[in-house]
């Protein structure tokens, strides 16, 4: 099967290419895999720029995903250094795919227990703009789809060169440790009238933050780590040639390392990552194709009983894609991928104590209809997993066009989950809650997902709202004591609830985004809530343009109370963080900006099972030409 699919990968190159003109419409989202507008989407999407970016102070995605409605930040794990999760609707944070320009980032977590790596793939400086679909689009995407798509597009240019430095300095509140740097560099642009080059470089380094704590014989040490110390490189290079208007390569390598330190200097766990892609791409008038290679490399090595041994992940994947518009009023995809996981543990002298690999092929059609007033869609994907079977998900979509500015959608969608190389596989983990046992025995994962929204797009207002839910059956969760805890599958669990966002501009100079997010879970098996889920969550902010290039950014986030066991006796309080940024045009290519993030000094101390970062006031300075 495996050679199979590379046959009908191949087949749909030789007669069909691909159409990249999509990206020159603002409005149109890529991710979408549609000819449309983002309103005439039948899924709820969020589109966060470069502009909306700088308005915060963010170290990695997760800062910026949590302030979008939909998406609440979740503790990935209690008392695991500071260390935060992302969650959509409710669903963990592997229900979220995340891509880079298009390709699939593996998550960090399923061989390092509760690493939140993941969200820093990609530097903050480098990122275009970050394109997130809620709700199932497993038919498509995908294993790992059924909460959402996060695709971080990174920057290019048509400008025969382009750049910029970004230096900044972070000074903490703590008592002990949290001050942080930063300093990154990109430049770009058309080398030539066929060739253009992308490259970024940067690094970012954050000092643990300690405390007063005891050893296990009750003496005071000075050594209690609240939140790791961090030290981040990464290395982005793009390069495309445009053969003619209608044919293109590219290749494209992303570095990166990251090193995480208890207060004590100890390392935590180090982490390094190469991801390598290569793609041909050709189009039509009313036909397309892509061809693309994408191979993901990372080694993980840290300080515990079980990750003595050093980590290696690598994955593999291939994919080819035809779209076709020569069908009146239709809109069709056609897609096949292959890939294969490979997972290895080395021993301290470099041999190999287990290794695993998994193979898996998928097919998927999508066809988008414009019936009048309503846009149609509709389509399904075939997955042939090596150890798990066969599953087809389909997925329908519609959008009903009230007048210019109003939109009614609707969607089902259903998903597939194959458990990871290391959770299917009966050689992995210590028995820790940080390394569970692996299971031969486990069952891939479904959904099925139900999505009611209302938007509304005005000359100064901009409202999105939508009813959601999503049923999971086998979901994949940890059960057992310490020294004995192994991945096990959960019968059923329920996540629903509604989100609401805002966009409204006072007047020219000022713009006021709101979002609330409710979320209600729960274990069919049990009866109880999903622990480290707040039902409430919201975000508001003010952008204000002045004179004299001066702009400011104020926002405040509430997280709701929120179970941190499975027993639900225990429950963490809510908390509120206050942040404020002021930015400053010096010249037409050189600014600073000074902010604040926790202005009320919210301490980690009160808010079990997080340890919040504590308040930070920081100046940067950003040149560009």
């Given at each position: 099967?495996?050679?199979?699919?590379l046959?009908?990968?191949?087949?749909l190159?030789m007669v069909s290419?691909?159409?990249?003109?999509?990206?020159?419409?603002?409005?149109?989202v890529?991710t979408?895999?549609?000819?449309?507008?983002?309103k005439?989407?039948?899924?709820?999407v969020?589109?966060?720029?470069?502009?909306d970016?700088?308005?915060?102070?963010?170290?990695?995605?997760?800062?910026?995903?949590?302030?979008?409605?939909g998406?609440?930040?979740?503790?990935?794990?209690?008392?695991?250094?500071?260390?935060?999760?992302?969650?959509?609707?409710?669903?963990?944070?592997?229900?979220?795919?995340?891509?880079?320009?298009?390709?699939?980032?593996?998550?960090?977590?399923?061989?390092?227990?509760?690493?939140?790596?993941?969200?820093?793939?990609?530097?903050?400086?480098?990122?275009?703009?970050?394109?997130?679909?809620k709700g199932?689009?497993?038919?498509?995407?995908g294993?790992?789809?059924?909460?959402?798509?996060?695709?971080?597009?990174?920057?290019?240019?048509?400008?025969?060169?382009?750049?910029?430095?970004?230096?900044?300095?972070?000074?903490?509140a703590?008592?002990?440790?949290?001050d942080?740097?930063?300093?990154?560099?990109?430049?770009?642009g058309?080398?030539?009238d066929?060739?253009?080059?992308f490259l970024?470089?940067n690094?970012?380094?954050?000092?643990?933050?300690?405390?007063?704590?005891?050893t296990a014989?009750g003496?005071?040490?000075?050594?209690?780590?609240?939140?790791?110390?961090?030290?981040?490189?990464?290395?982005?290079?793009?390069?495309?040639?445009?053969f003619?208007?209608?044919?293109?390569?590219?290749?494209?390598?992303?570095?990166?390392?990251e090193?995480?330190?208890?207060?004590?200097d100890?390392?935590?766990y180090d982490l390094e990552?190469?991801?390598?892609?290569?793609g041909y791409?050709?189009?039509?008038?009313?036909?397309?194709?892509?061809?693309?290679?994408?191979?993901?490399?990372?080694?993980?090595?840290?300080?515990?009983?079980f990750?003595?041994?050093?980590?290696?992940?690598?994955?593999?994947s291939?994919?080819?894609?035809?779209?076709i518009s020569?069908?009146?009023?239709?809109?069709?995809?056609?897609?096949?991928?292959t890939?294969?996981?490979?997972y290895?543990?080395?021993?301290?002298?470099?041999s190999?104590?287990y290794?695993?690999d998994?193979?898996a092929?998928?097919?998927y059609l999508q066809?988008e209809?414009?019936?009048?007033d309503?846009?149609?869609?509709?389509?399904?994907?075939?997955?042939?997993?090596?150890?798990?079977?066969s599953e087809?998900?389909?997925?329908?979509?519609?959008?009903?066009?009230?007048d210019?500015?109003?939109?009614?959608?609707?969607?089902?969608?259903?998903?597939?989950?194959?458990?990871s190389?290391?959770?299917?596989?009966?050689?992995?983990?210590?028995?820790?809650?940080?390394?569970?046992y692996g299971?031969?025995?486990?069952?891939?994962?479904?959904s099925?997902?139900?999505?009611?929204?209302?938007?509304?797009?005005?000359?100064?207002?901009?409202f999105?709202s939508?009813?959601?839910?999503?049923?999971?059956?086998?979901?994949?969760?940890?059960?057992?004591?310490?020294?004995?805890?192994?991945?096990?599958?959960?019968?059923?669990v329920?996540?629903?609830?509604?989100?609401l966002?805002?966009?409204?501009d006072?007047?020219?100079?000022?713009?006021?985004?709101?979002?609330?997010?409710?979320?209600?879970?729960?274990?069919k098996q049990?009866g109880?809530?999903?622990?480290?889920?707040?039902?409430?969550t919201?975000n508001?902010?003010l952008?204000?343009?002045?004179?004299?290039?001066?702009?400011?950014?104020i926002?405040?986030?509430?997280?709701g109370?929120?179970?941190?066991?499975v027993?639900?006796?225990d429950k963490?309080?809510?908390?509120?963080i206050?942040?404020?940024?002021?930015?400053?045009?010096?010249?037409?290519d050189?600014?600073?900006?000074?902010?604040?993030?926790?202005?009320?000094?919210?301490?980690f101390?009160?808010?079990?099972?997080?340890?919040?970062?504590?308040r930070v006031?920081?100046i940067?300075?950003?040149?560009?030409?």
């Amino acid at each position: 099967m495996y050679k199979k699919s590379l046959f009908v990968i191949s087949a749909l190159a030789m007669v069909s290419s691909n159409i990249f003109a999509v990206d020159e419409l603002e409005d149109i989202v890529v991710t979408a895999k549609s000819e449309k507008s983002i309103k005439d989407l039948s899924e709820v999407v969020t589109v966060i720029s470069a502009e909306d970016i700088k308005k915060i102070n963010a170290t990695n995605i997760k800062d910026i995903l949590i302030k979008t409605p939909g998406i609440i930040k979740t503790a990935a794990g209690a008392m695991m250094g500071g260390r935060e999760s992302i969650s959509i609707r409710g669903l963990d944070s592997t229900y979220a795919l995340i891509l880079v320009d298009g390709k699939k980032i593996s998550p960090t977590d399923d061989y390092i227990g509760h690493s939140d790596f993941q969200y820093s793939w990609v530097p903050i400086d480098m990122i275009e703009r970050i394109e997130v679909m809620k709700g199932p689009k497993s038919s498509i995407y995908g294993s790992q789809a059924i909460g959402g798509v996060i695709n971080i597009i990174t920057k290019k240019d048509t400008r025969k060169l382009f750049g910029e430095v970004n230096l900044q300095s972070g000074f903490s509140a703590a008592e002990n440790g949290g001050d942080e740097t930063r300093i990154s560099a990109n430049i770009g642009g058309n080398i030539s009238d066929k060739l253009s080059l992308f490259l970024g470089v940067n690094k970012n380094e954050k000092d643990a933050t300690g405390g007063v704590g005891t050893t296990a014989f009750g003496t005071p040490t000075n050594e209690a780590t609240y939140i790791e110390g961090l030290e981040t490189k990464d290395v982005l290079a793009k390069l495309k040639y445009n053969f003619d208007d209608t044919q293109s390569v590219y290749a494209s390598y992303i570095k990166g390392e990251e090193e995480r330190k208890d207060y004590d200097d100890t390392t935590t766990y180090d982490l390094e990552r190469d991801i390598y892609s290569v793609g041909y791409e050709k189009s039509f008038e009313k036909l397309s194709f892509s061809l693309d290679y994408s191979k993901s490399e990372q080694e993980a090595a840290a300080n515990s009983m079980f990750a003595t041994y050093t980590h290696k992940l690598t994955s593999d994947s291939l994919k080819g894609e035809a779209k076709i518009s020569m069908i009146e009023k239709n809109y069709i995809i056609i897609g096949a991928e292959t890939s294969k996981d490979s997972y290895d543990r080395l021993r301290q002298n470099g041999s190999t104590q287990y290794a695993f690999d998994a193979r898996a092929n998928a097919y998927y059609l999508q066809d988008e209809i414009e019936l009048g007033d309503f846009v149609l869609s509709f389509g399904g994907r075939f997955d042939d997993n090596q150890k798990y079977g066969s599953e087809f998900s389909p997925n329908l979509g519609l959008v009903y066009k009230i007048d210019d500015m109003q939109r009614l959608k609707a969607s089902y969608g259903e998903g597939f989950k194959a458990p990871s190389v290391t959770k299917g596989s009966n050689g992995f983990g210590s028995g820790s809650h940080a390394a569970p046992y692996g299971n031969d025995n486990l069952k891939a994962e479904t959904s099925k997902s139900y999505e009611l929204a209302y938007e509304f797009y005005g000359k100064n207002t901009t409202f999105k709202s939508a009813i959601f839910k999503t049923d999971v059956e086998d979901m994949i969760n940890t059960a057992g004591t310490t020294g004995n805890v192994r991945y096990i599958n959960v019968d059923q669990v329920a996540t629903k609830g509604f989100e609401l966002g805002v966009d409204y501009d006072l007047n020219s100079s000022h713009t006021l985004n709101v979002n609330y997010t409710y979320i209600q879970t729960e274990n069919k098996q049990t009866g109880k809530d999903l622990t480290y889920k707040p039902e409430h969550t919201f975000n508001i902010g003010l952008n204000s343009e002045f004179g004299w290039g001066i702009s400011t950014y104020i926002s405040a986030n509430y997280i709701g109370e929120q179970y941190s066991d499975v027993d639900n006796t225990d429950k963490a309080s809510g908390y509120t963080i206050f942040n404020a940024q002021i930015n400053k045009d010096i010249t037409k290519d050189l600014s600073v900006k000074l902010g604040v993030d926790n202005i009320t000094d919210e301490e980690f101390d009160n808010n079990d099972p997080y340890y919040l970062q504590r308040r930070v006031a920081y100046i940067g300075l950003r040149y560009k030409f």
